[in-house]
């Protein structure tokens, strides 16, 4: 299993820096690398999950924790005004990672709907 891991599982070996925000023993959060608003962070599980439908009832846990962590991050980087929380999924939903992640986007208003 060298040769299939994300650049993601490769942030969470430490083997690729990363500028975290948050770290536990279920998941990471990092600025992502090409911000698309002036708040830009990844929130992505500890576990290998390729995308929202690798999920299986024994995630349940797993998301209920990485959901609430999202207004704690929200507030730690300052997004009082609001956010957005994105998962790209597969080819059609622009997913170029491929372990699940959540974006956190905010810091200057969103367009709707996005492109
Ligand atoms: P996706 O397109 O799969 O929804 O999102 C993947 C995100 O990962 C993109 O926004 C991209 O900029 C970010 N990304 C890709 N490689 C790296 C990296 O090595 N470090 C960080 N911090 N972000 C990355």
């Not at 999202?70 to 507030?75: C, K, T, Y």
Request: with cysteine; net charge neutral; aromatic share 6%.
């Amino acid at each position: 299993m060298t040769n299939n891991r994300t650049i993601f599982k490769k942030i969470i070996d430490g083997e690729i820096p990363a500028k975290l925000v948050y770290d536990d023993e279920m998941c990471l959060a990092f600025h992502d690398v090409s911000p698309q608003a002036p708040v830009h962070v990844l929130l992505i599980p500890k576990k290998v999950i390729r995308n929202l439908d690798g999920l299986s009832a024994d995630d349940r846990d797993l998301m209920g924790h990485m959901l609430s962590i999202v207004p704690l991050l929200a507030q730690k980087l300052g997004l009082s005004e609001g956010y957005r929380l994105v998962a790209n999924c597969g080819a059609n939903g622009g997913q170029s990672v491929d372990h699940l992640h959540f974006h956190i986007l905010g810091g200057r208003q969103l367009n709707w709907p996005p492109g």
